[in-house]
Antibody, heavy 116, light 112 residues
Framework: EVQLLESGGGLVQPGGSLRLSCAASGFTFSSYGMSWVRQAPGKGLEWVSGISTNGGSTYYADSMKGRFTISRDNSKTTLYLQMNSLRAEDTAVYFC?????????WGQGTLVTVSS | DVVMTQSPLSLPVTLGQPASISCSSSQSLVYSDGNTFLHWFQQRPGQSPRRLIYQISNRDSGVPDRFSGSGSGTDFTLKISSVEAEDVGVYYCMQGTHWPRTFGQGTKVEIK
């Protein structure tokens, strides 16, 4: 059974940083691209970032470029999202998603709140 | 960026009646290998999104056959043949062909 367990969310002040993690299991992690998708309170889904199987290729939504960094550790079957210079508009539930094209499994999400 | 436009954004339906959601993209979603990475997701209240349909018309495992997808190029449709109470939620189309990936605005399905 595929499982994606996000962690690392919480309350952070504007301008601060957070690192999200996603522990994956139930599939061959190193064989799949991975993604992060977020959802602001009461809003729709917004793609954040994607990464290739070996981490050699990374992709970002324009509003996250230069502030967010996606990475992965295939030996630990874990996906990461380093978020810097956080803004109030980054407040959202962040979902870890299996696949960079397929999006076939989603985690439960972790809430990030940016507020003073 | 590829803009995904869904309609309607709100869809009140009667139990047992059909429902249809349209999704159009601002450019073709046909990838260089001939595949079209247009997917449909369901998000029930309080839950994570769940993929229902992948590559236009393929139902995911466990998805009832009352859900079907169709379309090509830039125009796609999700149909529910006979709406049940458990179908209440928000439905999103998404394209996985071009970077950045993009979602439609979402269509809220509710029971009349």
């Amino acid at each position: 059974e595929v499982q994606l367990l996000e962690s690392g969310g919480g309350l952070v002040q504007p301008g601060g940083s957070l690192r999200l993690s996603c522990a994956a299991s139930g599939f061959t992690f190193s064989s799949y691209g991975m993604s992060w998708v977020r959802q602001a309170p009461g809003k729709g889904l917004e793609w954040v970032s994607g990464i290739s199987t070996n981490g050699g290729s990374t992709y970002y939504a324009d509003s996250m470029k230069g502030r967010f960094t996606i990475s992965r550790d295939n030996s630990k079957t874990t996906l990461y999202l380093q978020m810097n210079s956080l803004r109030a508009e980054d407040t959202a539930v962040y979902f870890c998603v299996k696949g960079a094209t397929s999006f076939d499994y989603w985690g439960q999400g972790t809430l990030v709140t940016v507020s003073s | 960026d590829v803009v995904m436009t869904q309609s309607p954004l709100s869809l009140p339906v009667t139990l047992g009646q059909p429902a249809s959601i349209s999704c159009s993209s601002s450019q073709s979603l046909v990838y260089s290998d001939g595949n079209t990475f247009l997917h449909w997701f369901q998000q029930r209240p309080g839950q994570s999104p769940r993929r229902l349909i992948y590559q236009i018309s393929n139902r995911d495992s466990g998805v009832p056959d009352r859900f079907s997808g169709s379309g090509s190029g830039t125009d796609f449709t999700l149909k529910i043949s006979s709406v049940e109470a458990e179908d209440v939620g928000v439905y999103y189309c998404m394209q996985g062909t071009h970077w950045p990936r993009t979602f439609g605005q979402g269509t809220k399905v509710e029971i009349k």
